[in-house]
């Protein structure tokens, strides 16, 4: 540590002022006595708690190498808990007759252990399972074999898919075919008669109504999918012409992912449930209504309509959609259907998070170069200087702009080879010492002129973490999508620097330069100054929705080491890790490009061996540099620790 760092003491709240933790971890995250950050499984504050540090400990005394992927199971079956009680809850206050009947969409993760999860917890509410393709068709027939349970298939379909669905009719399951383009209905009703089968068949709509965030258009008249009113009532037609209307069973609509505002649902439930109503008094007997996705997750804790939040609670959109639904059913005459709704990420999103160890730090500035005044230097140095020695909070934005014109200056000077390199570096040396100078006097500033707000920007410190955002936090550089991002340990320290993130990928953007905030993002985020030999370590949270699945390989870096953790209050430290899932090796990631590791080791050992026969390496080093290409090949794609 630098001898001129000193340990402030800071509170808990101070920290969650910081990095709001509160707001955006919906009872599952707190800090603990030691300043580690902890996981409440059960959004208890006197339950037991998980110290995410000391998961990292047991995963080191594993040998289990950083970057990794923590998953919390029991924050996952929570979640599918608490939407399945909330919606019941509000059912019975309402005197709702249908039933709340979920399913969750794997496209949001359709990684096994997660699905498995799903279900396992879902059972006791017969919580089913949403497909979008054909590869996620099968995995759900294989693991949604609950009989009261529902599999709706949404997405464009071809023969495959749609025989696949009857397979799952014949096997006894509620499958429901949702029927996207109107050319599918005459497809499946085909395959229907050849397979002998009854099918379970849905409609969905294209809504009026836009939904409200980054995937709004994924609503509205233009919407990629679903059907018109036009040909909905036609469909309702052909389906009575064939005598198999009453395989039609569910209503759906879908206004896309992450809706941010509230009233966006209340408007989409108005109409969708008109049209549901008068779709059964033209004789179509269905049973569920689906409001498909959109459920958000507040991920800056802003409780706001900001694409990173939502203005609402699980409670409020629970409540709109049955009491809506039950008004204009009542109102139509209409009986009250089962409820269905697809809420992946919320859901997923809190169970899962990436902690990746720092590497090291990166200064934009410079100041440790001697600046002391040499006989003879420019006279731009001696300026450059003198500015420093007078620099104080009242002079500050005029020392700047002076500082400015100064170092431009130098630039010409050194173009035309006026000045020396040292002279140069002894000049933007003490530029640098005058921006760090002022900006520890902002605080102190009454007033903080406009020229003066962007310096801790330009001088802030750039963390480098063992990672790369492209494979493990890809909605964060494509999409700007914000995560809560805090550090893992030392939240019972002031933090001494305030800076960004940047990834070990060779792309300039590979970094995090937003952080969450209350009112709009923050540019830079407060850490701790780096401790030789000891370890610090930065966590992503809410990754769990999307971000495990939608990765890519960019500079081939592959997919992390998990490790699944679960509570246990009878153990000592709260928890155990119940799998270790091991991440891409070199030889993977290599393979998935095409190229042949067995090949390129022997052509590596060819290549060695030619130097042996040579005499220009020894047969024993030959060996064991064969070895160590062969090691590599086997080894994490990430830096070792």
Known sequence: MSKNIVNIPWSKEEADDVYHISRWGDGYFDINDEGHLCVLPNQDENGPRIDIA????????????????????????????????????????????????????????????????????????????????????????????????????????????????????????????????????????????????????????????????????????????????????????????????????????????????????????????????????????????????????????????????????????????VYILKEICDAEKVPHPNIVSESGRAITARHSCVITNVIDKIETSFTDYETNKIPGEHTLVSNMRELFDTLDVENAQEIYNDALDTKKECLNAFRLGILKLEERASLETLFWKITKKITSLLPEMEFIPENLYDIEQGIAPQYLCNFSIFQSAPDLWAIGQLLPIVPITKLNIKPHNNGTLVDITCDSDGKITKFIDINETKNLLPLHELTPNEDYYIGLFMTGAYQDVMGDLHNMFGRLNEVHVFCDDEDPTDFYIEEVIKGSSCENVLSAMQYNPEAMAYTMKKNIDRQIASGKINPREGVKLVDFYEECLKSYTYLKN
């Open 54 to 321: 000391e998961v990292l400990e047991e995963m080191k005394a594993q040998n289990i190498p950083f970057p990794i992927v923590v998953r919390f199971h029991d924050i996952l079956r929570s979640q599918v808990k608490v939407i399945n009680e909330t919606f019941r809850e509000v059912i019975k206050e309402a005197n709702y007759n249908g039933q709340y009947k979920g399913v969750y969409p794997i496209k949001v993760n359709q990684m096994r252990e997660v699905v498995e999860e799903i279900v396992d917890a879902g059972a006791p509410y017969d919580y089913g399972l949403e497909a979008g393709s054909k590869p996620e068709l099968l995995s759900v027939l294989a693991f949604n074999d609950n009989l009261n349970a529902l599999t709706v298939l949404n997405g464009y379909k071809d023969e495959d898919y749609l025989r696949l669905a009857l397979l799952g009719n014949k096997l006894g399951r509620k499958v429901i075919v949702v029927i996207e383009k109107f050319s599918e209905l005459h497809k499946l009703l085909k395959l229907s008669r050849e397979m002998n089968v009854e099918p379970m068949i849905g409609l969905r709509a294209k809504m009026a109504v836009k939904g409200s965030g980054k995937w709004s258009d994924s609503g509205g008249e233009k919407a990629k999918f679903g059907l018109t009113i036009a040909e909905m009532l036609t469909a309702v037609q052909i389906l009575k012409d064939e005598g198999s209307i009453n395989s039609l069973k569910l209503f759906h609509f879908h206004i896309g992912s992450q809706v941010t505002d509230i009233r966006t649902i209340k408007e989409v439930m108005r109409e969708g449930g008109r049209i549901f109503a008068k779709l059964s008094q033209l004789g179509a007997p269905l049973e569920y209504f689906d409001v498909g996705g959109g459920l958000g997750v507040d991920y800056d804790g802003s409780q706001s309509t900001n694409d990173s939040s939502v203005n609402y609670k699980l409670q409020d959109y629970a409540s709109d959609i």
